[in-house]
Each structure stands twice: as structure tokens, then as C-alpha cells.
């Protein structure tokens, strides 16, 4: 693992605590528990994982949207949630801009998308930045002859989500916070969105917090990994470590479920298994414990502590 990088953004022992059902069925739900991550300049890191494993809930932390029951977040070295003046929130929101799943939702349909990016300009006090419109599109591959004066419904969802991408790009971000930014993008044009991830990393210095359900675009594009598991990191290293010679068993099922002949082949194809998701969320000690083929007395009543194992994080009493 990096550690002698730049540390751009960390999260220590991030909790998210929801009350969900109502009356008698009322409950806690631990969507996010003691997750300790950092993303470095010039790099990409991944959170991935199921549906409803907390991968969202951990953005909205990261992003200052949703105050955290416990734990805090450091963006260089400063506690977020010490940004308390206006200037100072925005300061930040300026180095750290996000792109969301859905660009048809991220541009009003009424709105000529141009103006979003001269609006972006304007909020932010780039105006003294005379190209910065033209040259955030350019950085996307697209030409301002091709976006001005046209609604979102002109675009596809492809072209919409590299505009979303300029339109972050305008404030000269150090972090871009993507959530699952290809998932309503047609499988085709996938490679090039991410790839733009990489373009940017090596071009402009931007570093990427990508997180996704999908281990292939994952497994191509970072340069390190976490895999979530109902709430927790349950295994973090360099991406090769981790996708490759994978040491959490739940790490393993996964790896088996994409086939190396058929990297396209996704996880939730196999093993989404959305009945469990509250059962496994409820469970006092390791939540994967129900499922996992090695599962010893002592895994079922305590949580498996962050363990050191071959140049990554392994949250299982196996390698105790
Ligand atoms: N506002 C909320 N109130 C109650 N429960 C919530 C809330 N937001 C999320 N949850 C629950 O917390 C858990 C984690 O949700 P989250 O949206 O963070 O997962 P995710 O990994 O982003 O999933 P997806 O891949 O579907 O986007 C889920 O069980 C979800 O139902
Ligand atoms: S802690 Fe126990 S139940 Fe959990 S993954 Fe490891 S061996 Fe399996
Ligand atoms: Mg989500």
C-alpha cells in the first residue's frame, strides 16, 4: 500500500446509525460502521460492493450532506466538520466536486446544459479564468461548438455524464467523488467514462473516489480498492492484491463470480441476495458469517478487528 503519498481525504472510524420500520418494528440499522479509508493525490480509489452495503452513506459523509453518529472526516488534515463559515464550506466543496448516477437527473430538462456550466463558473469566482468552460469540455473530449444552446434530451446518457464531468471540472478540483457515475450508461461507452478517470488522474491531477457495484470497471481502473460489506471495509489494498489473490472468503465468492474469460460478468448476478441484506446487517459478529464456508465459534458473536495480511486490510478472524 501507498502510504508515503499525499494523503488527500480519511475517514476514521466513520458510523452511520438509520431508524428504519415504524411501531413495534422500529430499528436501529448500522448502515455504516468504523470504516477507515483514505484517498491519495493522483490516485484512484475504489469503495466497492453490493447493493445496500453503504457505499452511498459513506459519500454522503465524505461530501458533508449526512453528519456521521461517530467517526470524522479529514480532507488535508482538516476535520470537515470544523468547515462552519460559508467561505470556508465553499472552499471545500470547490476541491472536492461529485457526479452522480443519473446526469438526466444532475441537468433540468428545461435548462440549456451551457448554462449550468457558466453558472458553475460564476458561483465558484472562476470568471477571471477565461477558458475554463472550454477547456473542462475539452478535458472530456467534447467541443463547446458541441454543447452550446442544446437541452439534456439532445445528448445521450454517455455524452451527458462527460458534461456532468466538465461541469465538476470547472472549479479545478484535487477530488472528484463519483457515485456509480456509469451505472445508467450504456454498457458500450463504460470503458471510455472511466477511462477518462485515468485521463484525469494523469493529466490534470485529479484524484477519484469511484464506487460502484461493478468489479470490472473496478478492477481496471484503480489504483486501490476497498470492498464493502454491510457497513464495513472488510478488505483494502492495492487493487491487483485484493481482485486477484482476494484473502477475505467474501472477497474469494466474489472473485468467483466474475470469471477472469469474462470480466463483464457482475457480481449481482450471482449473489445479490436482497432478503438477507437486514438479517446480515442485524448480526453482532462478522456479518458475513451466516454465508462463509470457514466460520468459527468466535466469528458469530464478535466483529473481526482490521487486520494486516500480505500488504492489505483483512477484516476476518482467519488471519488473527
Ligand atoms: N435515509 C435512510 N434511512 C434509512 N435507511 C437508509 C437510509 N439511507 C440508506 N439506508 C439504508 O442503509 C443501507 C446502506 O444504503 P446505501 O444507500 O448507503 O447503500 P449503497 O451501497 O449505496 O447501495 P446501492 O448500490 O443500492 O446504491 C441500506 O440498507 C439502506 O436501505
Ligand atoms: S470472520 Fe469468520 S465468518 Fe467472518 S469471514 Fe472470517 S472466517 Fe468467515
Ligand atoms: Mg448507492
Given at each position: 500500500m501507498s502510504n508515503t503519498r499525499e494523503e488527500l481525504i480519511?475517514?476514521?472510524?466513520?458510523?452511520?446509525?438509520?431508524?428504519?420500520?415504524?411501531?413495534?418494528?422500529?430499528s436501529k440499522l448500522v448502515a455504516v460502521d468504523d470504516v477507515n479509508f483514505h484517498v491519495n493525490k493522483d490516485e484512484i480509489f475504489t469503495l466497492a460492493g453490493e447493493s445496500g452495503c453503504g457505499k452511498s452513506t459513506v459519500?454522503?459523509?465524505?461530501?458533508?450532506?449526512?453528519?456521521?453518529?461517530?467517526?470524522?472526516?479529514?480532507?488535508?488534515?482538516?476535520?470537515?466538520s470544523n468547515l462552519?463559515?460559508?467561505?470556508?464550506?465553499?472552499?471545500?466543496?470547490k476541491e472536492v466536486q461529485s457526479i452522480f448516477q443519473n446526469p438526466f437527473e444532475t441537468f433540468n430538462p428545461l435548462r440549456k446544459v451551457d448554462s449550468y456550466l457558466y453558472d458553475?463558473?460564476?458561483?465558484?469566482?472562476?470568471?477571471?479564468?477565461?477558458?475554463?468552460?472550454?477547456?473542462?469540455?475539452?478535458?472530456?473530449?467534447?467541443?463547446?461548438s458541441e454543447v452550446k444552446g442544446r437541452y439534456p434530451n439532445e445528448f445521450s446518457g454517455g455524452q451527458l455524464q462527460r458534461i456532468s464531468i466538465a461541469?465538476?471540472?470547472?472549479?479545478?478540483?484535487?477530488?472528484?467523488v463519483a457515485d456509480e457515475p456509469v451505472s445508467m450508461v450504456d454498457a458500450s461507452l463504460r470503458?471510455?467514462?472511466v477511462n477518462l478517470f485515468k485521463e484525469l488522474r494523469d493529466k490534470r491531477?485529479?484524484?477519484?473516489?469511484?464506487?460502484?457495484?461493478d468489479l470490472a470497471t473496478a478492477y481496471y481502473v484503480s489504483d486501490r480498492i476497498g470492498i464493502m460489506f454491510r457497513g464495513n471495509i472488510i478488505e483494502m489494498g492495492d487493487v491487483e492484491d485484493v481482485l486477484m489473490n482476494p484473502k477475505h472468503p467474501y472477497t474469494q465468492m466474489l472473485k468467483e463470480s466474475i470469471p477472469e474469460a469474462d470480466p463483464k460478468k457482475k457480481w449481482t448476478e450471482r449473489i445479490s441476495i436482497k432478503e438477507l441484506e437486514t438479517e446480515e446487517y442485524m448480526r453482532?459478529?462478522?456479518?458475513?458469517?451466516?454465508?462463509?464456508?470457514?466460520v468459527m465459534e468466535k466469528c458469530k458473536d464478535n466483529m473481526p478487528e482490521e487486520i494486516s495480511v500480505e500488504n492489505r486490510m483483512v477484516r476476518c478472524w482467519l488471519y488473527e
Open positions: 480519511r475517514t476514521e472510524k466513520l458510523q452511520k446509525i438509520f431508524v428504519v420500520g415504524g411501531g413495534f418494528a422500529r459519500s454522503k459523509m465524505l461530501l458533508g450532506f449526512l453528519e456521521p453518529n461517530e467517526g470524522k472526516v479529514y480532507y488535508k488534515g482538516e476535520d470537515i462552519k463559515k460559508w467561505k470556508d464550506k465553499k472552499g471545500f466543496m458553475t463558473q460564476k458561483h465558484y469566482g472562476m470568471n477571471h479564468k477565461g477558458r475554463v468552460v472550454e477547456e473542462s469540455l475539452e478535458a472530456v473530449g467534447l467541443d463547446i461541469r465538476a471540472l470547472i472549479t479545478r478540483p484535487s477530488l472528484l470503458m471510455s467514462i491531477h485529479v484524484s477519484v473516489l469511484y464506487i460502484t457495484h453482532k459478529g462478522c456479518k458475513f458469517a451466516g454465508r462463509c464456508p470457514y
